[in-house]
């Protein structure tokens, strides 16, 4: 038997060694044979690039922007008064729809998107293009933008990483950055490896140069790879440390959907001439996007199904990107697996629960726990996420459990939000019912009860529409108090002032009276003090 095991043993190691010579993190899992017999070993994995522009949601604004709706002529740069070219949308042979700049050309023959001539001069011929994918993706070389019948000659590169939630710049292009953006026009080979992800301005793509010469503009990736990687890019391994060291690198490779905002066309060299619009437009051929999925290092394929791209994740991670630990795997919290220690990285698979921490389920709240001497028992510690107990399996006070989720959810617990004024404290029921000063009523003590009125708390109504009536014509305030006509007073103007004959009326609460009312009120006591002789 020994010599068939070592024969195996043998065989196992050399193709794990072809595995390697064809590249490192393509596979996942590989059967290893120990004294103990087989296992499955992990490693940190990742899906092959490929071409992306075939999963690709493309978009074009505004509304129609795209030429033959109705049929157009156009001129070319190169002879203005060659106006033989017509687009129109409803002939398949002239039409020129978006879709074309993401096809596979054959035979040669280039196809692509066209917009309408710029004949609303001076208004500007504005376009933006959206690539969708839905899927977060890492850039692995360039992306490449093939444009016929001239580049723009002032143009912006936007990416999102958050499915079109927020966009920032990439790279700005212009035959002019410093008048078409107030940027001092820059080169990649400007870049060192600390500001590598500096948005820049480049005027490489933009100047004239006849159209057929050079179509392309690029969003160079292989260059700022280079920074790291060395300029045949033979130094992988040094790259994939800097992606994981280097704070925003990673991101700045990683997009959801990148846009192309056309700001300006290709003039030809010269400036714009009025009497001949129709050789000014935009036409794209192509737009090359090669990357892989992002799958955090947990998966070596990437599918594309029902639409969508999807990592088939390792390790017990799930998701899109392989951005949780499976359920029932969440003994420690997730982690992306990692292209360290080189070359074969770890995995940093997720542990079922209770394997690893002496059957202490932390329920993905904490990584650590403890043996308590006295009490005989190992507790979690620092649980997280704002739970707590010897198994993080309850709510800290001041929050409570959601109903709907999973003792392993990351969002169990949640905070009470008491109303500061109307609660007696900041802790709520296991419903999220905060406990009330007298007086205030709802969820969250933010209401008042009927009879009581708020003002930073709830106060019993000193006047209402029903009981406590304001008196004598005077009105009721917010149920705070009594607007009283000016002759009466008391919490429902239910004195008359000056009412008693001792005419008091001068005393302190006659500030507010007028000097007519004052006179009067005189005069009005002097007179009962006649009328009693
Ligand atoms: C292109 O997108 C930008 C950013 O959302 C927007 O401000 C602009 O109006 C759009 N242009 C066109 C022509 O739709
Ligand atoms: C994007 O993917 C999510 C699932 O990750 C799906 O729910 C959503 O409908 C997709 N959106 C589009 C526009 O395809
Ligand atoms: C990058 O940093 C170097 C050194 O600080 C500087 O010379 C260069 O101009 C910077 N590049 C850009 C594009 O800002
Ligand atoms: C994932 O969990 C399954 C089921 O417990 C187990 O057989 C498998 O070995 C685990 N995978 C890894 C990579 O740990
Ligand atoms: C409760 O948990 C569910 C499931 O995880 C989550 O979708 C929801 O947002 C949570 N509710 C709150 C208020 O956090
Ligand atoms: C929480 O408090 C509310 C209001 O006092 C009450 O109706 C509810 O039954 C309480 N829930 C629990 C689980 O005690
Ligand atoms: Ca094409």
Request: glycine share 6%; proline share 5%; aromatic share 10%.
């Amino acid at each position: 038997m020994a010599p068939v095991t070592a024969m195996l043993r043998q065989l196992l190691l050399l193709l794990q060694c072809v595995a390697l010579t064809l590249g490192q993190y393509d596979i996942c899992k590989s059967l290893v044979s120990t004294d103990d017999g087989q296992i499955w070993e992990s490693s940190a994995c990742q899906p092959k690039h490929t071409s992306m522009k075939q999963y690709v949601k493309v978009r074009v604004d505004p509304p129609g922007i795209t030429c033959g709706d109705p049929p157009e002529r156009f001129c070319t740069l190169e002879n203005p008064y060659l106006c033989s070219d017509e687009c129109d949308a409803s002939n398949p042979d002239l039409a020129h729809p978006p879709k074309l700049m993401l096809d596979n050309e054959r035979n040669g023959l280039i196809t692509y998107w066209q917009t309408v001539t710029w004949r609303r001069f001076p208004d500007p011929l504005l376009a933006n293009i959206t690539l969708s994918w839905n899927k977060s993706l890492e850039l692995t070389d360039d992306i490449l933008i093939t444009f016929e019948y001239g580049r723009p000659t002032m143009m912006v590169l936007d990416k999102s990483i958050n499915n079109g939630k927020t966009w920032e710049p990439y790279q700005f292009y212009a035959d002019d950055c410093m008048d078409a953006f107030g940027m001092p026009p820059k080169k990649v080979q400007d870049l060192l490896a600390i500001n590598v992800t500096r948005v820049i301005c480049t005027e490489e793509y933009s100047r004239w140069v006849g159209s057929k010469n050079e179509k392309n503009v690029r969003f160079e990736v292989r260059d700022r790879f280079a920074l790291f990687a060395g300029p045949r890019l033979q130094n992988m391994d040094n790259l994939y440390t800097r992606l994981e060291s280097m704070k925003g690198l990673r991101d700045y490779f990683t997009i959801t959907n990148l846009r192309l905002r056309l700001l300006r066309p290709a003039l030809g060299g010269t400036y714009v001439q009025r009497e001949n619009l129709y050789k000014y437009f935009y036409a794209i051929s192509n737009i090359e996007v090669i990357a892989r999925c992002k799958c955090n290092l947990h998966a070596s394929q990437c599918n594309f199904r029902e639409g969508r791209l999807e990592c088939e994740c390792e390790h017990n991670t799930t998701g899109q990107d392989c951005g949780h630990c499976k359920k029932s795997f969440r003994a420690k919290s997730w982690r992306p697996g990692s292209y360290l220690p080189t070359p074969n990285g770890s995995p940093n698979t997720c542990e079922a629960a209770g394997s690893t921490l002496g059957n202490c389920e932390c329920y993905g709240h904490s990584n650590r726990c403890s043996y308590i001497d006295f009490l005989n028992i190992v507790t979690c510690v620092s649980c997280k996420h704002n739970t707590r107990g010897q198994h993080c399996q309850h709510c800290r006070l001041g929050y409570f459990r959601n109903a709907s989720a999973e003792l392993d959810d990351e969002n169990v617990c949640i905070v009470c939000n008491c109303n500061l004024m109307g609660s007696l404290n900041d802790r709520c029921n296991e419903t999220g019912y905060c406990e009330c000063k007298d007086g205030a009523s709802g969820l969250k003590c933010e209401d008042c009860l009927p009879g009581y009125y708020w003002k930073q708390g709830c106060f019993p109504n000193v006047c209402d529409d029903e009981l406590l009536l304001c008196q004598n014509g005077g009105t009721c305030y917010q149920n705070q108090r009594c607007l009283c006509p000016p002759d009466f007073k008391g919490v429902l103007c239910e004195q008359p002032k000056c009412a008693n004959d001792k005419g008091d009326c001068n005393t302190a609460s006659t500030s507010y009276l007028s000097l007519t009312l004052l006179l009067l009120c005189t005069l009005g006591s002097q007179l009962a003090t006649l009328t009693a002789y």
